[in-house]
């Protein structure tokens, strides 16, 4: 059975300065070593020492999987060209013609992509190796994926921002949408009704019991360079607010041109 390595924490914090976008990136090991998203350029270093930790190098993965393309979880896949990059082809397609008020997919990144020798496009039910499948879950983008994993502990999926908060599962909302509401919705209820543990894109992995979240990891952060009694440095507990993209019910995917 395959088993999941979390060599980088997603973390849920945001600034009003702008979006520090730290999201998990995830090593599955089973007959093929594979990584789940790969982070923004601000985490390429502890990216690498991650691997050294773990006594592994880039050329040591085996494939790499796009859960979607917004900046902050696919800057450093030019670090992996020798791995095929798997991804929906609806994420594909989308990423070269954006909408003009999606701020998490810059126009440059179908270009990007494109730069990588190999690209694989999978859709719903695709099989990586035994135990771990890709699930097709759009709403936060048109191709979102997870990975349905079967390991030791039980059923693990990994969502990345199919479900970026563990507060998501008991609200059944989506705060950032940049596709379809009502798909991110049934996506996130597919999620729940499958998972015994979730690994969400930036917040840590947890379970449900009882109702309640039980995270299966503890929140691990150390903020350096700033002191918690610097003046003008304030604490906020408020609830992220529910953003729906402008002009998202004019999207489509256009696979004629």
Known sequence: MPNIDVLLHGYRFNTDAGIPGFCSVLLIEGEKRVLFDVGHVGRR??????LTARNL???DIDLVVMSHAHWDHNQNFDLFEHAPLLMHPWERKYAHRPHKNDW???KW??????RHPQIIEAEEGFEIEPG????????HSPGSLCLDVETPEGRCI??????LFAGQALTRTHP???????QAIKSIDRVLQAADIIYPGHDQPFR?????IDYVEPLDLTITGISQDEPGLKFSDAKPVIYIMPGIEDQRIDFDS
């Open 109 to 114: 990144t179908g270009a990007m992509l494109e």
């Open 104 to 106: 998490s997919t810059p």
């Open 158 to 163: 990994l969502t990345e921002d199919v479900l």
């Open 208 to 212: 449900i019991v009882d109702g309640n």
């Open 176 to 182: 950032v949408v940049f596709w379809n509401e009502k």
């Open 57 to 59: 190098t880039y050329s």
């Open 132 to 139: 771990v499948r890709v699930m097709h879950t759009p709403g």
């Open 45 to 50: 270093v502890v990216l690498e020492n991650a």
